[in-house]
């Protein structure tokens, strides 16, 4: 247990690696040791946190690669190979909302256009099931690996608003829970695959429907969270480290088909 955090020897990749949460997570790894590659539609965001890369004692790259085209993904697994050798741990960091699949203002939901409910629904579904069959497969040949995918409080509580992004990740929470089983029985037991469910983490994204953008305050819809959330506060990036950890070590090797909520207490609370 005194070595639960030393990830020296392993190679992981993050999709989504650099957005906020991802950046987050990548450099932790590499800090306790991990060949990290940080695969990224924009590569070029990684730049905000590459001096933190740099200072090991893991090592790091950043990857061009798309999770919704599994050609590019493909090619993004063979340059990762190439680099770092063989593959045993993905984390699938890579998902988001889009303002026009959101009700409110001028949309409501009899409103919101298909284009943009199939961008979010294919971004954060089909954008964590194609780096599972393209980066799996290694894992699948060498008989152990780690999956690692992230959905939502809002599959275990829908929120409004939000519907597509709410559908999108229960359907990854139940994809974790089938893929688990699924590659246990068909692969190896060595193959665990597990998400985290986070609660409600101040991000870039949702920064200004959760507070005013002028004062720094708290909107009525983040008012209402942080009255619902027993921590009284939003989450942060490094919030989400512990648990991360926890489930790519193995400590937690008896571990598989799990969705861990990270939510402040959001999920237990009734409201009264």
Same mark, same amino acid.
């Given at each position: 247990? *005194?070595?639960?955090?030393?990830f =020296?020897?392993?190679?992981? *990749?993050?999709? $989504?690696?650099?957005?906020?949460?991802?950046?987050?997570?990548?450099? =932790?790894?590499?800090?306790?040791?991990? /060949?990290?590659?940080?695969?990224?539609?924009?590569?070029?965001?990684?730049? /905000?946190?590459?001096?933190r890369?740099?200072? $090991?004692?893991?090592?790091?790259?950043?990857v061009?690669?798309?999770?919704l085209?599994?050609?590019?993904?493909?090619?993004?697994?063979?340059?990762?190979?190439?680099?770092?050798?063989? %593959?045993?741990?993905?984390?699938?960091?890579?998902? @988001?909302?889009h303002?026009?699949?959101t009700?409110?203002?001028?949309?409501?939901?009899f409103?919101?256009?298909?284009?943009?409910?199939?961008?979010?629904?294919?971004?954060?579904l089909?954008?964590?099931?194609?780096?599972?069959?393209v980066?799996?497969?290694?894992?699948?040949?060498?008989?152990?690996?780690?999956?690692?995918?992230?959905?939502?409080?809002?599959?275990?509580?829908p929120?409004? /608003? %939000?519907?597509?992004?709410?559908a999108?990740?229960?359907? *990854?929470?139940? &994809?974790?829970?089938?893929?688990?089983?699924?590659?246990?029985?068909?692969y190896?037991?060595? %193959?665990? *695959?597990?998400?985290?469910?986070?609660?409600?983490?101040?991000?870039?994204?949702?920064?200004?429907?959760?507070?005013?953008?002028? !004062?720094?305050?708290?909107?009525?819809?983040?008012?209402?969270?942080?009255?619902?959330?027993?921590?009284?506060?939003f989450?942060?990036?490094e919030?989400?480290?512990?648990? !991360?950890?926890?489930?790519? =070590?193995?400590?937690? =090797?008896?571990?598989? @088909?799990?969705?861990?909520?990270?939510? $402040?207490?959001?999920?237990? &609370?009734s $409201?009264?």
């Amino acid at each position: 247990m *005194v070595d639960t955090n030393d990830f =020296s020897g392993r190679t992981m *990749v993050v999709t $989504g690696g650099a957005g906020v949460l991802g950046g987050e997570i990548a450099c =932790s790894l590499v800090a306790c040791g991990a /060949r990290v590659a940080i695969l990224d539609k924009d590569p070029s965001l990684a730049d /905000r946190f590459s001096d933190r890369l740099q200072q $090991g004692p893991g090592e790091a790259m950043v990857v061009g690669g798309d999770v919704l085209d599994a050609a590019a993904l493909t090619e993004s697994e063979k340059t990762v190979r190439d680099r770092f050798g063989s %593959i045993d741990t993905l984390v699938n960091a890579a998902g @988001g909302n889009h303002p026009r699949a959101t009700t409110g203002g001028d949309l409501g939901f009899f409103d919101l256009p298909a284009e943009a409910l199939r961008f979010v629904s294919e971004l954060n579904l089909l954008g964590t099931i194609l780096p599972c069959q393209v980066f799996g497969k290694s894992m699948a040949a060498d008989k152990r690996g780690v999956i690692l995918n992230i959905s939502s409080m809002n599959a275990f509580r829908p929120l409004t /608003r %939000i519907p597509a992004y709410s559908a999108a990740k229960a359907a *990854v929470s139940n &994809f974790t829970q089938w893929l688990a089983v699924h590659m246990a029985q068909e692969y190896s037991p060595e %193959i665990r *695959v597990n998400a985290l469910a986070p609660g409600f983490f101040l991000t870039e994204q949702n920064r200004f429907l959760l507070t005013e953008e002028e !004062t720094g305050g708290l909107t009525d819809r983040g008012r209402t969270i942080i009255e619902h959330t027993p921590m009284a506060r939003f989450g942060t990036p490094e919030d989400l480290l512990g648990a !991360t950890h926890w489930l790519l =070590s193995d400590a937690s =090797s008896f571990v598989t @088909g799990v969705v861990v909520p990270v939510d $402040g207490g959001f999920s237990a &609370f009734s $409201g009264v």
